[in-house]
C-alpha cells in the first residue's frame, strides 16, 4: 500500500481533521469555514439550554445548581456541584426515598448533547432496568449541574446506585455527546474513581441505544458486587 492510500484509510477510519490540506502556509478555504462552523456549534451547546417540552415529554421536573449562570458555571465548577437548598427541598418532597436506582439528567457542559440524545437513552434505559428486574426512583432534571451534583444527591435520597445522565465538554468533531456516570451509593466524599462512565454517546459514538442497554447492565453488576469505579473491575 503507498502513501496515499495509507493517508486515505486512516482518513476513513477517524473525524479528527487529518490530511485536509493546505494553501501555502495556511488552511484550505473550506478546511477553516469547517472548523469555524464547528467551534461556533461546541459554543452554542454550552450556552444552550435543554427543550423545556422534551423534560415535560419524560416528566422530569427541573431543579438547579448553585451555579448562578453560565459564566460563573464555567469559572466555578464547585458551584454546580451543590443543588440550591430550594432544589434540594423538591427533592425532598418529590423523590422516592432510598431508591434501588436513582436517575438523574443534566444539562453539563452540552445542552445539545441532551436534546439529541435523552429521548433515545431514557425510555431505552428504563426498559434495560426492567430487564435486570431493577426499580428506578423519581428521575429529574438537574439545570447547571457538573458530576459530582450526585453526591449531593445521594446525601438526601440514599439510593443504591445513581446514574447521571450529563452532557460532556463539547469537541470539534461532535457537540452532541453525552456522558452516563454511574456510582453505588454516592456519598458525601465520593471520589472520581468511585465512579463508572460510559462517554461518547451518540448516533456516531456510542449508539443511544446499546449505551442504555450497557447502563442497565453496569448498574446490576453494581449492586451485585456492592461496588462501583476501580473496584468494580
Known amino acids: ?9 486512516l482518513m476513513k477510519s477517524t473525524p479528527a481533521r487529518i490530511g485536509v490540506g ?6 484550505l478555504t473550506h478546511t477553516m469555514l469547517q472548523f469555524r462552523k464547528d467551534h461556533a456549534a461546541a459554543v452554542d451547546a454550552v450556552y444552550g ?7 415535560r415529554q419524560l416528566g422530569l421536573f427541573t431543579v438547579e445548581t448553585c451555579y448562578g449562570n453560565k459564566e460563573t458555571y464555567l469559572k466555578r465548577p464547585d458551584l454546580g456541584r451543590i443543588i440550591t437548598d430550594e ?3 423538591v427533592i425532598r418532597e418529590r423523590c422516592v426515598k432510598q431508591p434501588q436506582i436513582q436517575i438523574v439528567v443534566s444539562d453539563g457542559l ?12 431514557y425510555p431505552a434505559l428504563l426498559d434495560s432496568l426492567r430487564v435486570h428486574d431493577l426499580n428506578p426512583g423519581t428521575s429529574f432534571y438537574v439545570k447547571g449541574g457538573r458530576v459530582a451534583c450526585m453526591d449531593h ?13 450529563i452532557g460532556e465538554r463539547p469537541g470539534l468533531v461532535t457537540a452532541r455527546s453525552m456522558s452516563a456516570y454511574m456510582c453505588y451509593k454516592p456519598r458525601k466524599g465520593t471520589i472520581e474513581s468511585d465512579r463508572n462512565v460510559i462517554s461518547n454517546i451518540h448516533p456516531g459514538g456510542t449508539p443511544p441505544l446499546e449505551a442504555a ?7 446490576r453488576g453494581m449492586l451485585e458486587r456492592q461496588t462501583s469505579g476501580t473496584n468494580f473491575y
Open 87 to 89: 432544589g434540594m427541598e
Open 213 to 219: 442497554a450497557h447502563i442497565g447492565t453496569m448498574l
Open 22 to 27: 493546505r494553501a501555502g502556509v495556511r488552511p
Open 110 to 121: 452540552s445542552a445539545d448533547a441532551i436534546t439529541a440524545n435523552i429521548l433515545d437513552v
Open 49 to 55: 439550554e435543554v427543550d423545556e417540552s422534551i423534560l
Open 1 to 9: 500500500m503507498g502513501d496515499r492510500e495509507k493517508l486515505e484509510s
Open 153 to 165: 444527591i445521594g446525601e438526601v435520597l440514599q439510593p443504591d446506585a445513581l446514574v447521571l445522565l
